[in-house]
């Protein structure tokens, strides 16, 4: 490869600056190049060899077909619209995404899912935890490309999240749950692989399964460059 593998990172003009840092540097750790784009600074006939959606403020209702819930206080109907038409050129060209928190439940929308407005409304067994540290354990469901991948059935991971996917997209199956039975990670049923994670793995670098999961990701990315 003679020229170096771009990843095209996703996220908001104010308020993405830590997730964006933290993915960089996982990103570069796997050799490739990551370039950060915003509603203000980005234009449609960008090069990418693949793209990661980050997490922030919430999808604005609008863009889903839903009805504004009162826990939705600050959404960018601007980088909804951004993340949608990156997310369908790279369908299009069959490049490998990841989306990370609101960038999995974008995910979902693009392919005909629908999203839980606030997880809070239903009565949870367990405790839903908010903290970027590794205290929620979520189920890596069986015969999965996430579960081959870390071949590991449980992992603790962190927790940042209101919204969450209800029924999963076509062409994408679940591939983890929390102990509530609610959706935690997806992916694609084929290839080039589309995976969203609804915890914050760029934010636990720390973590084996953090860099193994931006290792694959990475290594996706080269794959498709040759």
């Known amino acids: 490869m003679s020229e170096k593998v771009i990843v095209v990172v996703t996220g908001s003009e104010h308020g993405s600056r830590s997730a ?11 050799g ?18 693949a793209l990661l959606i980050l997490g922030g403020i ?15 206080t600050k959404t960018d109907i601007k980088r909804d619209a951004m993340e949608l038409l990156l997310l369908e050129k790279a369908v299009k060209q069959r490049l490998p995404v990841m989306g990370i928190c609101r960038g999995m439940q974008l995910i979902n929308h693009f392919f005909g899912g629908t999203l839980y407005p606030h997880i809070h409304d239903f009565t949870l067994e367990v405790p839903h935890p908010h903290t970027p540290f590794p ?12 579960y081959e991948l870390l ?5 603790r991971v962190n927790a940042l999240h209101h919204q969450a996917v209800d029924r999963v997209g076509e062409g994408l199956r679940k591939a983890a749950h929390d102990l509530n039975g609610i959706t935690q990670a997806i992916e694609s049923l ?13 934010f636990m670098p720390y973590q ?3 860099r193994k999961i931006f290792h694959a990701f990475a290594l996706a ?3 498709k460059k040759q």
């Open 221 to 223: 990315a080269k794959e």
């Open 151 to 155: 071949n590991q059935s449980k992992i």
């Open 190 to 202: 084929s290839e080039p692989r589309i995976t969203g994670l609804q915890w914050h793995p760029e």
């Open 20 to 30: 964006w840092l933290f993915s960089r540097f996982l990103l570069q750790l796997f």
């Open 135 to 146: 205290l929620k354990t979520v189920t890596l469901e069986p015969q999965t490309a996430l």
């Open 32 to 49: 490739v190049k990551a370039h950060f784009v915003h509603p203000a600074s980005w234009r449609k006939n960008l090069h990418m060899d």
């Open 58 to 72: 919430d999808i604005d209702p609008k863009t889903y077909g839903g009805s504004r819930h009162y826990s939705v």
């Open 208 to 210: 084996w399964h953090s």
